[in-house]
Structures are given as C-alpha cells and as structure tokens.
C-alpha cells in the first residue's frame, strides 16, 4: 500500500429477509479484500468498530467507494472525516432503477405468479415433448428448417404440436432475458410478459389455418391459448408494461449517459463501465438531466422529479476527480474506480455457490452459518496476495492437484441438466429474434401446400 501510494476502501454489503448483514472491505488498487464482519443491521453502530479495526490494522484511506446507505455513510464521517468519499456508479444506479421501475416490475411479476402462466405452459409443453419423441423425424420436417424437407403423411397430423411446443420454449426463453446485471439492468419477466403477447397474436392465427380439413388437429394451438388468455386479459398487465417502458426509456438514458451496464453486454458484473475520463460522463450527466427536465412529464412525475433530486444529493460524490498521491517513486495521479463490482461479484458467486450445493435460493441461512471472514477466500485469486501470504511455501494449487478436476466438472454439468431437455435444434431457433414470425410463415405455406391437393408438390421453403 505504501508503494502505491495508500488505498482506497471500497465497501459493500448484502443480506436476505432477517439474516445478519455480510460487510467487506476492499483496496481496489490491489484488488485486496482488507477485512469483513457480519452485522445485525447496517446501521452506523455496527459499522463504526469495523472500518475502527481497519483503521489500525491499515491507516486511513485516500477515499472510499460506497453505497447510498445512510448508516455506513455515517460511519465513514466518523471514522474517515478526512477521506474523500464517493458513490459506487453501480450501486446509485441500481437504486434509482429500483425507485423508478420496481412498482410496475412487480406489478408483472405478481400477475404472471398468480395466474401460474409458467407453469401452465411448461405442463403443456412436456405433454407435447412426448409428440416429437414419439416421432423424431418430426425435427426435420418442422416448418421454419431452411432446407426443403418432404412430410410424410404420418405426421402431417403431428405438425401443429411440434410447432406449438416450439413456441411456447421461445416465450419461457423470455426468463433468461438479460446481460447479466440483474434488476433493474435485466428486466426477464417484462420480457416473458411481451413475449406471451406475441405467442397469442401467432396462435390466433395458426389455429384459424385450415389444417388438413381436420379441426381438430389444431388443438395445441388452442390449449395454450386457453392457458394464457386470463393473464392477456388482466387489463392491469398491459397497464404495467405501457409504464415500465416508459419509465425503461428514461432509465436506459440515464444508463447511457454515466456509461454503465451497457445494454446488451456480454461482461455482466464483470462490467466495471466504460473507461472515459470522469469529466466526459459528467458532462453525458449534466446532458441527462436537462433533457430530464425538459421531458413532458418532468419534473410533475413523482418518480421523475425522486430521480432529479437523487442526482443533485449525490452529485459531487459520484464524480471524483483524480487524487494526487505520494509513491516512494514521486506523485502519481490515481483515478477511484466508479464502481464496487468485485464484491458485487464475490457476492453473487456465493449465491450461486449456495445454490449449487443446497438447492436453496434464499440467501439469510446461509449468511447466519458462514464465517464472518469468508470473503477473504476472494484474496485466492489474486496472484500477488498469494505470494505475499505463501512466500515460498507450496502454492495452494498445489495442495488440490490430486482432485480429479474433469470428474468434478463433468458432475457440476449433469446436476446443471434441466430435468426436461429442449433439443439442441429448437434451442438454437428460438434464439433467433423473428422466431414466431418464422413459425407462422411456415405454417402457412405448408397449409396453403396441402389446400392445393395430394398432386402438389408438398414441400417447406424458409
């Protein structure tokens, strides 16, 4: 620390329902975890004896990186007067999104629970699954292939089902929509919700084909459209989603502008925003927010106008000119980092860790069993810790090499299997964005092939 010139304390914290709340320290020019501790609550009272113990065991601070909590900034003010003191890009972010968003997104959420859409359609889905596994070559006749394929009468019968249960896999596609942020980043349900909107436009015009002359063929079109039409006709739903989108396109703007959790990324929380200097995305801000206020609703919307008031609260510890620093090699400039994405990730890797080993998705037990000094395991990481911590003493890879690692790996990705599979070819043509446009064109050509008579030549073009 002395060789770069001091440190900055980034600080984070989770916790589940009534479970302690897990805190962590961390230097993020070393990228060291300093220290952690659990607490009942965040409040200052609990935080202040720990950044006290970080204090002794490793000085002041040149800043430190935060959340938006009014208990660990109190803390800081007493133990880091003289730090300067910024707020995580990320976590200022997420909570805005959160204020802004979070009542339509649960509007959603609760709608599509409560009517037990997901699960309707994966009931109906595994009835149909039987059909193609019962007749695989229907794989290969499906409606939307790109290569010409004749269908045998056998299973002309079989069609609708096959692209039925086509359908419904790329609308419960929709619950994996994301980059990986997690909300209000990643808005899966919405999208679930506006796919089962498509999935009803396409099956109302599938079932009104003329299939074979035989009415009842058409049965799997009308089955799903039995299952989700009490959701579509719950006028709050499409209530919901006309605001959220709204309010998405404010919040994307805002996203944009401080460079952050780009849409459609493909680092996730591996993300820590774009690498432009601090005045260029202040600048971006300042864009924002008169765009803001001069938008229609501005300033008369209660969410709008919460928004405006958190930017100008927080506006001079979101945006942290470089800090000037003594090295025993002279001066040097050091740029915080905006944001506190390493724990986030540390976080996150626990609970999925946890979820792996137990089945269970609630986090609170297992943060009441943990040691308070777990993330520190995050320091294995980091090659230059380990050489401090080992100096030459066996590397810890060393300790495990004779763990059979592609065994364990090969039942880390048996347990991963859903129990009902997709097939790998379905898989890859319900990523594709036009699928249900596909679906319905192919359909309705191989109806208007079968209405020209047996003579026609019955074949599937894309």
Not at 115 to 121: E, I, M, P, T
Not at 291 to 313: C, E, I, V
Not at 320 to 339: E, H, S
Not at 409 to 419: D, G, I, K, S, V
Request: proline residues 6%; neutral net charge.
């Amino acid at each position: 620390m002395e060789h770069n010139g001091g440190y900055i304390l980034h600080l984070d914290g989770t916790c589940e329902g009534a479970s302690p709340m897990l805190m962590a320290g961390l230097d993020s020019i070393t990228e060291i975890v300093l220290g952690s501790v659990k607490a009942p609550t965040e409040r200052a009272e609990y935080i202040t004896p720990f950044l006290k113990d970080i204090q002794i065991r490793y000085g002041d601070p040149i800043a430190t990186v935060r959340d938006m909590g009014q208990g660990i900034g109190k803390a800081i003010q007493e133990v880091f007067a003289q730090a300067k003191d910024f707020i995580c890009h990320f976590h200022f972010l997420r909570d805005i999104g959160k204020d802004l968003l979070g009542e339509d997104y649960d509007t959603i959420r609760k709608r599509l629970r409560n009517y037990g859409v997901r699960a309707k359609l994966g009931r109906h889905a595994r009835a149909l699954q039987t059909t193609f596994e019962q007749n695989p070559a229907l794989l290969d006749v499906l409606p939307f292939t790109s290569e010409p394929a004749s269908v045998p009468d056998a299973l002309l019968k079989h069609t609708p089902a096959v692209c039925a249960y086509a359908l419904i896999q790329w609308t419960l596609a929709g619950l994996h929509h994301g980059d990986g942020y997690g909300f209000p980043f990643d808005r899966p349900h919405l999208e679930l919700a506006k796919r089962l909107s498509v999935l009803r436009q396409k099956l109302q015009a599938l079932e009104n084909l003329p299939w074979r002359g035989q009415w009842r063929d058409n049965d799997p079109f009308r089955k799903t459209l039995a299952a989700i039409g009490p959701l579509l006709d719950d006028s709050a739903l499409p209530k919901a989603i006309a605001s959220i989108e709204r309010d998405i396109q404010v919040f994307d703007a805002l996203r944009d502008a401080m460079r952050l959790a780009p849409q459609h990324g493909s680092q996730g929380l591996n993300d820590s925003g774009q690498q432009e200097d601090i005045q260029t995305i202040e600048a971006g801000v300042k864009r924002f927010r008169h765009w803001l206020t001069t938008h229609p609703a501005g300033a008369n919307d209660p969410g709008y106008a919460n928004l405006l008031g958190q930017l100008d609260r927080y506006w001079e510890k979101l945006f942290a000119d470089p800090i000037l620093v003594n090295t025993p090699a002279g001066p040097v400039q050091i740029q915080p980092q905006r944001t506190n994405n390493i724990m986030e990730r540390f976080f996150r890797g626990e609970k999925q860790g946890n979820r792996r080993r137990t089945g269970n998705i609630r986090l609170g037990k297992m943060i009441q069993t943990m040691l308070a000094d777990t993330p520190l395991v995050k320091n294995l990481d980091n090659p230059r810790y380990l050489e401090i911590l080992l100096e030459q003493h066996q590397t810890l890879e060393g300790v495990f090499a004779e763990i059979d690692r592609n065994g364990v790996r090969t039942r880390l990705l048996e347990a991963q299997q859903p129990a009902d599979k997709v097939p790998a070819k379905i898989q890859r043509l319900i990523a594709e964005s036009e699928f249900p446009e596909i679906i319905h064109a192919g359909f309705s050509k191989l109806c208007q092939t079968l209405k020209n008579g047996p003579d026609s030549n019955r074949s599937l073009e894309q």
